[in-house]
């Protein structure tokens, strides 16, 4: 089956500082990936996506990369805040399923 | 801005008990979906519905599960004979559905406790 996950199941970062939360992927097939963002109590919100033509692709304070080569991508959130705090998951659509990885846990310190 | 709802937030239930879980997809939205949590673990994909049927389920969606839309709005899922490890956190999402939109909207959650 699919296999999607992340490198480090949690990350502290200095307020200001940027953040980088990577995800491994096995499907080299795959050509669509999401990141999303649970906080505590809250369903998964979306954040990014990216698809496999792309290398790179930039939103407000967030970059995904996606190296297909090694079947790997991060997001980057720039000028970490507080309200960054949460677990924050790739997902990899499959058909019309969606494989979650495990989650890395950001905590942002003050 | 349009959100996915569900109901009850918290859920408690006997061992053996059916529970009916509710959610209230975004209007206009085509394809609806039900995922798990159990605590400190990963989403876990249950079952994808669209046009009034199951397009995909995963190993965890056994006979115990079902899932049925009864009007418009709703979007529930059913499970028959709860177990203890049935425990966990159940969300409902809902996608557009067109062409360039694979975003699906996650409601809040329902937290089922069985005891």
């Known amino acids: 089956g699919e296999s999607v996950g992340l490198h480090l199941p949690t990350l502290s970062v200095q307020e200001g500082d940027n953040s980088i939360i990577n995800c491994a992927y096995s499907?080299?097939?795959?050509?669509?990936f999401i990141w999303y963002k649970q906080e505590s109590g809250k369903g998964p919100q979306f954040i990014i996506d990216?698809?496999?033509?792309?290398d790179k692709r930039q939103g407000q304070r967030v970059t995904v990369l996606l190296n297909k080569t090694v079947k790997h991508l991060s997001l980057q959130i720039a000028a970490t805040q507080p309200g960054d705090s949460a677990v924050y998951f790739c997902?990899?659509?499959?058909?019309?399923?969606?494989?979650f990885g495990t989650g890395t846990s950001l905590t942002v310190i003050p | 801005e349009p959100e996915v709802t569900q109901t009850p937030s918290h859920q408690v239930t006997q061992m053996g008990q059916e529970v009916i879980l509710r959610c209230v997809p975004i209007?206009?939205?085509?394809?609806f979906y039900w995922y798990r949590q159990i605590l400190g673990q990963k989403v876990e994909f249950l079952v994808s519905?669209?046009?009034?049927?199951?397009?995909?389920k995963s190993e965890i969606f056994d006979d115990q599960f079902s899932v049925e839309r009864p009007d418009g709005s709703n979007f529930t899922l059913k499970i028959r004979s709860t177990k203890l490890e049935d425990s966990a956190m159940y969300f409902c999402?809902?996608?557009?559905?067109?062409?360039?939109?694979?975003?699906?909207?996650f409601g809040p959650g329902t937290r089922l406790t069985v005891l």
């Open positions: 999402a809902s996608r557009l559905g067109l062409a360039g939109y694979n975003e699906q909207f």
């Open positions: 499907n080299s097939a795959s050509d669509y």
């Open positions: 990216i698809r496999s033509n792309m």
């Open positions: 997902a990899e659509p499959t058909g019309n399923q969606f494989y």
């Open positions: 209007s206009n939205h085509l394809y």
């Open positions: 519905f669209y046009n009034n049927e199951i397009s995909e």
